[in-house]
């Protein structure tokens, strides 16, 4: 091993009188070089960058992968340079559940069947997930990881180096300034009637030393300004290129959103055929208080609760007409029908509605009712109860509340 005693002595003596510079700085007892105003607005908006590509990767991981222990996991494995292992989703798992418990039930039992088939769409489901989490991961966690654990401490490395070199240019700096106000006092007239010539002699010897250090101490300050100023172009061609960052990312997050997009979308295909085939198999003997049809489906609330209907402007949706195979008026006595055990759901009414007859149930638009169905009851109406209140009302005037 080859033991520099000299470079390890010079390197402490470095970071010494750094170490002092640094300290008088903060106390106020020595000068500091100041960064042009356009590369300390370089160095504000990288830092910033940083910042928040930091917080949104991380809670884009979050998002992609909630479970903290499995982050961990894959993070290991990206640092050993192995393959991530494929992780079953949620709903994969669930679906598998599903399909097993139909093996016992008895997939020919109407409870089995609808677990078979439930169960093959959750699988479904789980696949698209999976698809969008590894093309989210590659087009859009990647590059940002990429930009903070490679280019940002290249820059982080050059600032360090930047800041080194202007605490050594400022110790410079101070050297000389010290070594101008000895050569002035030591050049100052000596007392030629001093009865002792002997001080002149030491005075110009003095004088003269203390010239030869201003000299050492100007040459010195002129090769810290050098490799300060190299320093400081390195810098900032390096903080410039934050600006092609952005175009990187603005690339990647239209990505993820259409990843997004895509997912959602398959997702919402996958449920509607789920729904269908529910309906087909199971008729009227399992109603479903809650499904959308096809002449509602645009009134009902979307992802984030609003109805598109319930906008400002909005008119309100024909009647919708009643099925001649559901149960009519005639048949259905509203006022002997009584709410389920369990089915029961408030809603908001999106407009005011004027019933027919004394069946229905007018509304009011922004009241909440009770809404639930029964047995053989057309799917586009409910029986809504509002105190003793009670008759028909149509799905499509209602915003249905969880």
């Not at 990647?142 to 290249?154: K, S, V």
């Not at 600032?159 to 050049?187: F, G, H, S």
């Not at 198999?281 to 609003?306: T, Y």
Request: charged residues 25%; contains cysteine; proline residues 6%.
């Amino acid at each position: 091993m080859d033991f520099n005693v000299k470079k390890l002595a010079s390197d402490a003596g470095v970071f010494f009188t750094r170490a002092v510079q640094f300290t008088e700085e903060k106390l106020g007892q020595a000068e500091k070089t100041e960064l042009d105003a356009h590369l300390e607005n370089l160095v504000a908006r990288g830092d910033c960058t940083k910042n928040w590509t930091e917080k949104i990767f991380r809670q884009t991981e979050v998002l992609l992968q909630p479970n903290p222990s499995a982050r961990i996991e894959e993070f290991f494995y990206e640092k050993l340079d192995k393959k991530i292992p494929l992780r079953t989703t949620n709903a994969e798992l669930l679906g598998q559940h599903m399909l097993d418990a139909a093996k016992d039930f008895g997939p020919g039992t109407p409870y089995g069947s609808t677990l078979t088939t439930v169960g093959e769409y959750q699988k479904k489901l789980g696949g698209a997930e999976r698809e969008f989490l590894q093309t989210s991961a590659i087009n859009f966690l990647t590059p940002l990881r990429n930009f903070l654990e490679g280019d940002w401490r290249t820059i982080s490395k050059e600032r360090r180096l930047l800041e080194n070199r202007r605490l050594d240019l400022d110790v410079c700096k101070a050297r000389v300034k010290k070594a101008k106000l000895q050569e002035a006092k030591a050049a100052a007239a000596p007392d030629f009637q001093e009865t002792r010539p002997r001080n002149y002699v030491l005075s110009a010897s003095a004088s003269a030393l203390w010239s030869e250090e201003l000299d050492k101490s100007e040459h010195e300050l002129r090769v810290a300004q050098t490799e300060f100023d190299r320093q400081a172009e390195v810098t900032r061609l390096l903080l410039e290129g934050i600006s092609s960052t952005h175009v990187n990312h603005l690339r990647c997050l239209h990505e993820f959103v259409e990843a997004q997009a895509a997912y959602y979308a398959q997702c919402h295909l996958y449920m509607q055929e789920l729904q269908k085939e529910l309906r087909s198999a199971n008729g009227d003997s399992v109603p479903n208080a809650f499904a959308v049809s096809p002449s509602s489906s645009g009134a009902l609330a979307g992802p984030s609760g609003l109805s598109s209907s319930s906008l400002p402007g909005a008119s309100p949706p024909p009647r919708p007409p009643v099925s001649p195979g559901g149960r009519e008026s005639g048949t259905l006595k509203i006022e002997e029908v009584q709410p389920p055990a369990t089915g029961t759901r408030k809603a908001k009414v999106l407009y005011d509605y004027d019933a027919a007859d004394t069946s229905e149930l007018s509304l009011l638009a922004d009241e909440l009712i009770t809404v639930y169905t029964v047995p053989g009851m057309d799917p586009d109406w409910l029986v809504g109860e509002r105190g003793n209140q009670k008759g028909k009302v149509p799905v499509t005037y209602l915003e249905l509340l969880s």
